[in-house]
């Protein structure tokens, strides 16, 4: 038996109602593998059909945790079934965000974002690159919303984006507008659906069929079943203010809310959010349906321009340490769980550029040098790059000496300070890299007190390092250590601040 006969049967057993252009077939029913215990809500469907991109309300693992609106999350059609759904972290935050969909060429996702800041709401729509990794708040002409909530859907030819807002203008509350892209790529200023649709009360998730004249809404403002019906209706002509009359979707409506109707060309289902028999929270259902609606031929493509802005950044310059001349090196960047997030090679120069602001660890590594890192704090970016930091890397060469900055001991003893481990590493590895390499520990201090212990103190803070280096398993062969005391300043004596840099442990190559 044919798919379609199967479709006859079905509509014999469970009856089925045609509504602009649109057959339902049997119940809705709730997709499980998606459903929570909070509220799934606003949903778009990508091109395919085979992804799902909805907001959760106040769920635990939302950016804001369960004091968050929405978030974002995705679910894929695999194997026959949605995907347990994941939460898109890179694209929310601790406000209101909720999908729009994906532009025409797939190059951007487009989404809403609702801040409450100094007393009112703030709506806008950002863009997202389609790995998610980079977003972009997009400019548009005259676009305000001043509810705490914001939907919409970009039409699938990508030249339509249809908004729910709240202006000062509109009339009631949510209201249905329509923005256009341009040939320049950017968008027109929103222009309102007209009073057919839009009432005094709220209309939202509008949702735009392949025709590009078959539109479908929610609205609690006409006599439906529940607090939110959805409509469909139908564009007239091309001022988008003339519409057919709204006509309720009643396979779908219940005394519960309804929202977000959408579907794609092709595709069995339709998909929709309702809270009936749900104790009040939004579901994910989905109803079977064939639709007779004459998708658009995209004649041109234009696509949407996103205005890039400056990424914050740094420069880093790697230097031989003794000549200040430029070397190449290779770069280890690491998260603070000590994952390795990148790796690349520059001549000389490297521009880590970040949106997050996130604190990373660089390593800096080039042959015949001790390597060196730098921990960048949110602090050290800035637009463009502007700031250059010189990392200076020790050759390893027979003679040259270098001092150990970061290996500090309380004062008296020979007792590391806490993090004086990382460079005490840095040493180990580099001895494991280079096994003919021999090294001289030498301990200094400062000239104050007694010289005889402080020759003692610097022996034993040599003797430290030495045992640290042996604990890791260098052979000891390789290993020499001799205190120095107060013998071999590098700075004044006279005050503390120049003082302390006598207070060092440094080694000497003495065999490459």
Avoid at 173 to 202: E, H, K
Avoid at 288 to 296: F, G, K, L
Avoid at 316 to 333: E, M, P, Y
Avoid at 406 to 420: D, K
Wanted: proline fraction near 3%; glycine fraction near 8%; include cysteine.
């Amino acid at each position: 038996m044919s798919y379609r006969s199967w479709f006859l049967v079905l509509a014999i057993i469970s009856g089925y109602n045609t509504v602009g252009q649109i057959t339902f077939y049997g119940s809705p029913e709730p997709i499980d593998s998606i459903n929570s215990q909070v509220s799934e809500q606003y949903l778009s469907i990508s091109k395919d059909g085979s992804t799902l991109f909805f907001s959760r309300e106040n769920h635990r693992n939302n950016k804001g945790g369960i004091k968050d609106e929405g978030d974002i999350w995705m679910s894929v059609f695999e194997d026959e079934i949605w995907s347990r759904p994941e939460n898109i972290q890179s694209i929310n935050d601790e406000h209101f965000t909720s999908p729009i969909g994906f532009t025409s060429s797939g190059q951007y996702f487009l989404y809403n974002r609702v801040r409450f800041e100094k007393g009112i709401y703030i709506g806008e729509i950002w863009a997202a690159n389609s790995s998610f990794e980079h977003t972009q708040k997009l400019n548009i002409s005259a676009f305000r919303n001043y509810s705490p909530i914001q939907t919409g859907s970009i039409s699938q030819d990508g030249k339509y984006l249809l908004v729910s807002i709240e202006t000062n203008i509109g009339y009631g509350v949510d209201d249905l507008y329509v923005c256009m892209l341009q040939a320049d790529g950017s968008w027109s200023r929103p222009r309102n659906l007209g009073y057919t649709i839009n009432t005094a009360f709220q209309e939202i998730t509008p949702f735009l069929a392949g025709d590009n004249k078959t539109l479908f809404f929610a609205t609690n403002g006409r006599d439906g079943k529940g607090s939110f019906d959805l409509y469909v209706t139908t564009r007239l002509d091309d001022t988008w203010r003339n519409w057919s009359a709204p006509v309720n979707l009643q396979e779908i409506n219940t005394p519960g809310a309804e929202t977000s109707f959408a579907f794609r060309a092709g595709q069995d289902y339709a998909y929709f959010i309702s809270t009936q028999n749900s104790d009040g929270y939004g579901d994910i259902k989905r109803i079977r349906i064939t639709e007779d609606i004459e998708e658009v031929v995209e004649d041109t493509i234009i696509e949407m321009v996103v205005e890039k802005k400056p990424v914050p950044g740094i420069n880093f310059r790697v230097i031989n340490a003794k000549t200040g001349d430029h070397i190449g090196a290779s770069i280890s960047l690491i998260n603070e769980d000590g994952d390795t997030l990148n790796y690349v090679k520059e001549d000389s120069l490297f521009l880590l550029e970040s949106e997050e602001r996130s604190p990373y660890r660089l390593e800096f590594r080039s042959q015949g040098y001790l390597k060196d890192f730098f921990v960048v704090e949110p602090s050290f970016y800035h637009p463009q790059g502007d700031t250059v930091i010189s990392v200076a890397l020790e050759p390893l060469q027979t003679g040259n000496t270098v001092v150990l900055k970061n290996v500090l001991f309380y004062r008296g003893t020979a007792n590391f300070v806490e993090g004086s481990e990382k460079e005490l590493d840095l040493i180990v590895e580099m001895l494991e890299e280079n096994p003919n390499v021999k090294i001289l520990l030498k301990g200094h201090t400062d000239n104050r007190g007694d010289a005889a212990l402080n020759l003692q103190l610097s022996e034993e803070r040599a003797r430290a390092v030495a045992d640290y280096l042996v604990d890791k398993n260098v052979s000891a062969d390789r290993i020499d250590s001799k205190g120095f005391g107060g013998k071999d300043p590098v700075a004044s004596n006279l005050y503390e601040e120049t003082r302390r840099l006598n207070r060092r442990v440094e080694f000497e190559v003495i065999e490459d």
